[in-house]
């Protein structure tokens, strides 16, 4: 074992896991809640024109991931490849702002199970409590959001291995039943259904497109557990790249097979549209309808336990390296997962229901934003490394890297300016922007704490993955 107890982390995740924590966490729950707002707001093939420029700086930066991964196969992804190259300071805010990414994930969840619950038992909702922007809370909608977050804490407390496995079984369920729904829209849909193709021109193309990072984010699961997976590094670089792009047909389908089910008036009028669309295709079966939420409930938990997953191995791996607290850099004696870290992220999860259904717009446009700073922050790091050492074993060594390099980098920034003011797809005064301002300020109250807290030099992850390999 390491002085700094990396090798703690036990490899036993294997190539079926990685795939279903990858396309699990990247699938989730926001197509059967969001897909109606993409096409309202972009059109039908809009929304997909969204998705694919999206998907393409998410191709790109995963490129960059899949080397850096094979190359670097330690806990922390994001920290470990920005440390290396950029130093101490650009790796906490690439890897804080990736964090908050994760984290907006988890507490997004946390508001949408009991969501879904609702569509599904509307006579649930019982007990007001109180009304946050023109939301009604009522106790027993805030209890389902935390009660499942407290067993998604527990699932992911005692081992990796349980939590993959339950993985690996919702995935399976979910692609199953997204192919039955896209099958029964391409014979059953109408073609008059796709108009308008377009809304508000370019603008809805940018407001759909900055909702996309959000929705991608989970192949960068795979390298913050990198730790725990046996399988060939070149394998796994290879396998980080499959996960991205069946995460962007995953999207474009489910776009697709909702624009020919409904129309717009439909989609309008619908609360779960990607539900109410294969209800449409089978006969206006509720059983159908029924069935598509199962798959949104399986895509909460898979996003949801992801999340857990690459969120407390991103916590643990800063706490190592002196970013933060010694107290997150806790590793369960029987278990190997970060304890505290993982009931950190879980506290987390478990308030967020308390702000109301609000939260999913909220969360999702701000963690988009942060995660695309560490995109372009991972990026530039893999440029930097390619200039700075050009030796370092790449077991999975991607053709023309400077060009990809480069333009990864390009496209994150372009993607980064469409948050900023003055865009017309600009994150929104004061919900987000405060969400942000609070996270920053969270960051530097860790950071000065473990700067009084740790009385030894820490380890760099560049220090750290060599010791692992002698």
Known sequence: MSKNGKKDFTRVLGMKDVMALAIGAMIGWGWIVLSGTWINTAGSLGAILAFLIGGIMILFVGLTYSELTAAMPECGGEHVFSYRALGRNASFICTWAMILGYISVVAFEAVALPTVVEYIIPSYVKGYLYTVSGYDVHLTWLLVGIVSSIIITIVNYIGVKPAAFLQKVLTLIIA???????????????????????????????????????????????????????????????????????????????????????????????????????????????????????????????????????????????????????????????????????????????????FGKHMLNWLSNAGGFTIVIAYFMVALSFLVLRYKEPDMPRPYKIKAGKPVGIIAILLSLGMGVLYLPGSPSALAWPHEWIILLLWTLLGIVFYAWAKLSYKEKAYSPKVIFEESNN
């Open 176 to 354: 199953s039943i997204g192919i039955v729904f896209v099958t029964g829209s391409v014979f059953r849909g109408n073609v008059e259904n796709i108009q308008p193709l377009f809304i508000d021109a370019g603008k809805g193309v940018l407001s759909v497109a900055i909702m996309t990072p959000f929705m991608f984010v989970g192949f960068d699961v795979i390298p913050q557990a990198a730790a725990e997976i046996d399988i060939g590094f070149k394998k796994l670089g290879r396998i980080l790249i499959f996960s991205v792009i069946l995460g962007i047909l995953w999207y474009i389908l489910i776009i697709f097979g909702v624009s020919f089910a409904l129309n717009q008036a439909e989609i309008s009028a619908s609360e779960l549209v990607s539900a109410d669309a294969m209800k449409k295709v089978y006969f206006n079966s509720d059983i159908a309808a029924n069935v598509m939420i199962i798959a949104g409930i399986g895509g909460i938990l898979t996003s949801w336990n992801s999340f857990y997953i690459g969120g407390s191995r991103a916590i643990y791996a800063m706490a190592e390296s002196g970013m933060l607290p010694k107290f997150l850099a806790k590793l369960h004696p029987k278990y190997k997962t970060p304890t505290n870290a993982i009931i950190l992220i879980g506290i987390i999860s478990t308030i967020s229901p308390f």
